[in-house]
């Protein structure tokens, strides 16, 4: 395909793993649950989220360099958006790998938040423990491939159906905000393009706060009165099972935002 050029695989790798640990920090929350230290399992969610927020700050330069190297003799509108679609395909498979290996990684952060305690928190010694060889063996031993059984006691009922809908939206959000608002620079005359690309800080800080405000605390929450015994474990399952869904959802969903999400940047770098 003419759109998959060389700069558009390396952005996809990023994107894939961008979007895979940001997928996986969910189960971190899960592994704190089980060996009751979900302080610990937070501060391991927050640096994963940051690590990865921070891994987007190299892939944005890199996907706003696309426009500048469209071919001469093609239209730069459909050649741009054939490849930004390649990129916004990209997240929903590494949202789907992130769900492939969501038992692993439970298993893995289990062990990881247990030696994060035992280590009073430092990474740096983690990590130093992970490039051992018995830190490796030790990884090898939490494969775990995701199986039927374990949805079992998962009904409609457990799900939370609102935080599902808005995960979606916030997901779809995340996914094309920034994607949209690097297109919607080439809707506009020169001398606005720079705050069309830069109206993506606006549209993810709005999903920001909704996420920080309505979704987080709730996860918290229910982590905490899971591991008091408050609340069957199965609903913090589900929860799980509900945020991963739905972000691979709004992945796909982005599709159908982007070029209006383009458009209705074009116009408000206009109209400020």
Known sequence: MEFITTK???ISILLLIITMVETLAYS???SGTRVRLI???ISLFSTMVIVSRFSTMFQQPLTAKLIAEVPKG???FAFIAGQYRILLGVTSIGVLLGILLFPTFINIFSRAIVQLANERGSMLALFSKLF???GFIKLISCIKMPRISYLKGITLETIPKRLFIMNILISAIF???VISSMYASILVPDDMRQAASMSSGVINGIATIILT???????SVLADRVM???TDYIYLKSYSLTMVSSKFIGTIVAQFLFLPAAYYVAWFAEWI
């Not at 405000?213 to 996860?219: C, G, S, V, Y």
């Open 228 to 230: 008091k015994k408050q």
């Open 39 to 41: 302080a610990t399992a």
């Open 28 to 30: 971190t929350r899960i």
């Open 8 to 10: 558009v695989v390396i």
């Open 74 to 76: 093609v239209d730069k």
């Open 213 to 219: 405000l309505f979704i987080d605390p709730k996860a």
């Open 132 to 134: 051992k060889q018995n």
């Open 175 to 177: 996914t094309t905000g």
